[in-house]
């Protein structure tokens, strides 16, 4: 059975030097939750260009005459500061679920022993994965 | 020794949604980023590809759903960690109030969004 622990303020993060693997994954997951609520609300944001696109609202690209929508996404994907961003998402997000995962083993008391080597696991892998991921996120953008 | 720095109370409702929510959350997302970046590039997407996926119900009922599932998890999660930071009493109602309706305007923006591109508006 897990019992509770008296972990102090962790919100004060003068305390950082004192922190054990278990509070930086802690924070972690907060921080990168905090990321991808925040994305979510914007992805609609911008997914939302659709309903000018079907009102017939068109834009330019690149000379070009494209509905709203089309011309929005585009327009969002030629730039390269869009696409390091992605590659951030994908990073925060792979963090989010590999912890997340980690966090549910903790919760149900499994492997509790070897709480902090998944922790160290779930950082290398999400570096893999986003290193891994790079050429496909950059493929036909220029800076 | 069993530290818990978790900020729901286990076994309570929150808890249980926040992680049925999360197993759904983890298999959707991998589909569409792997639907998105790697089948597919996001560079590449336009209206009418978009109008064709959304218009399959199967497709339309799946991200509806990821959209109520993703907000709810993402709501619930920052109140959590805003309890757990120490809010308390008129404020801690207040904040439920605000993000209980920023979360329904962001699934109601949204489904309205995948009904227009479906083409159903």
Known sequence: ???????????????????SAGMWAWIFHKFTGWMLIGYLFTHIAVLSSAIAAADGQTMMVAGES??????????????FIVRVLEVGLLAV???????GLRLLMVDLGIGLEAQDKSF???????????????????????? | MAERYSSFTPGGTGWLLQRITAAFLVVVLAFHFFQLHFISHAAEVTFAGTQARMSEVGYFLTMVLFLV???????????????????DGIQKKVVL??????????IAQGTYVAVVMAGWA
Do not use: C
């Open chain 1, 1 to 19: 059975m897990s019992q509770s622990y008296n972990r102090g303020l962790i919100e004060d993060f003068g305390r950082w030097k004192e922190f």
């Open chain 1, 66 to 79: 494209v509905d709203a929508y089309t011309g929005t996404i585009q327009g969002l994907e030629g730039l």
């Open chain 1, 93 to 99: 997000a792979v963090f989010h679920i590999l912890n």
């Open chain 1, 120 to 143: 160290y696991a779930s950082l290398i892998l999400t570096g893999v994965i986003t290193v891994a991921s790079v050429p496909t996120f950059l493929t036909g953008v220029g800076l």
């Open chain 2, 69 to 87: 599932t993703a907000a709810f998890h993402g709501i619930n999660g920052v109140y959590n960690a805003l309890v757990n930071q120490g809010l």
């Open chain 2, 97 to 106: 109030a605000v993000l209980t309706i920023a979360g329904l305007a962001l």
